[in-house]
């Protein structure tokens, strides 16, 4: 039985793009059940419009766009999602708990870290262990928002989940300290995008994989909030304000303005 999946009605025929507000073009259309594991899985019989961005290269969709918290729960967000993604749960947290042990390493124990878009807390759980002092923060799990601001914020495989990335971004703003670094992994196009087009694994709406980015899109998002960007590799950013004094000299010299 195809799922009850529902189409915007004011945003049928996009025009500008949601990061710089140029011209967009029709990049392609996929099944609903797309999905980063390359899965047959039951069909809606649903398809999926992706956009592309003719300036900043950013490509979305506009389909989920006036979706509740309660549609992307039952048909994306649901019992089933951990067979489209299985680093979850247990994997992902703990690379992402490796990851910041290496970059902080003695500083953990004196910095306040926000783990937006936590899913269900285990990153928080394994740094708190580690002794870190780590808050969980996910619309989907846990919908109350901090009241205070951090020194890190971290946005593992999170951006590519939103409808709106300038919201993301200025409300990830809203958290961090006038001097702090946000960390975020989402995976760049590749340079041959235009010849992968939507076949590419990475473009999946079952996995909630709505905003894909290219480095241009990320900078124009952080930038202008004052932040420096470094791409780390093709997934792994740093967007940076100020000198935080927990981050290697280093990185501030590879920093793009």
């Known amino acids: 039985m195809p799922l009850p999946l529902k189409r915007p009605t004011d945003r049928v025929s996009p025009q500008t793009c949601k990061i710089c507000h140029s011209n967009m073009a029709f990049f392609g259309n996929v099944d609903f059940e797309k999905n980063c594991e390359d899965l047959a899985l039951p069909t809606t019989n649903q398809t999926i419009p992706y956009y592309l961005c003719m300036e900043c290269g950013f490509i979305c969709t506009y389909f989920f766009d ?51 878009g936590g899913g269900n807390g285990q990153l928080a759980d394994k740094m708190n262990s580690a002794g870190g002092r780590v808050t969980s923060y996910d619309h989907f799990y846990f919908d109350k928002k901090p009241c205070n601001k ?71 998002l952080w930038l202008p909030l004052g932040f420096g960007l470094l791409s780390v590799n093709d997934c792994l950013h740093l967007a940076v304000r100020g000198r935080p004094h927990f981050l290697s000299p280093f990185i501030f010299e590879a920093l793009v303005y």
């Open 150 to 220: 951090f020194d890190v914020i971290t946005l593992f495989e999170v951006m590519e989940h939103v409808t709106d990335p300038s919201n993301l971004v200025n409300s990830v703003n809203s958290f961090l300290n006038d001097v702090g670094v946000v960390v975020l992994s989402t995976l760049l196009q590749p340079n041959d995008i235009a010849s992968e087009g939507v076949s590419w694994w990475y473009l999946s709406p079952r996995n909630g994989h709505f905003s894909l980015y290219t480095s241009e899109a990320l900078k124009r």
């Open 66 to 116: 006036n979706w509740e918290k309660t549609d992307f729960i039952k048909n994306i967000y649901n019992e089933d999602y951990t067979i489209v993604d299985p680093d979850f749960s247990e994997k992902r947290p703990e690379k992402s708990r490796d990851l910041l042990i290496s970059l902080f390493g003695k500083h953990l124990e004196t910095i306040d870290i926000l783990d937006y």
